[in-house]
């Protein structure tokens, strides 16, 4: 997952996963951990936060879930909207 992303519809989107910190939209999401795990071939990384209170607002307003399927699809998504990226040329 490493690397920039462009949405793969309009190109414009962009997605950067660097070490830990994940950057869309031009904006970093300040969570506070992160699970990686395998669910059926898939490689998925769930970005989480602490503060149970802002638990829904985070995920209403962050991507926070990220996968790659067997197929080298790459998904980002939240509750509110999903997205495919590909590897950006530069």
């Not at 602490?50 to 926070?64: C, G, Y």
Request: glycine fraction near 8%; charged fraction near 30%.
């Amino acid at each position: 997952m490493q690397g920039r992303w462009t949405e793969i519809d309009d190109g414009v989107s962009v997605l950067v996963v660097t070490g830990g910190e994940v950057i869309c939209f031009g904006q970093a999401i300040a969570y506070d951990y992160k699970l990686v795990g395998d669910d059926d071939g898939a490689l998925t990384v769930s970005l989480k936060i602490e503060d149970k209170a802002r638990e829904d607002d985070f995920q209403r307003s962050n991507l926070t879930e990220l996968v790659i399927s067997p197929e080298g699809e790459f998904h980002a998504y939240n509750t509110q909207f999903a997205i495919q990226f590909i590897k950006a040329d530069r």
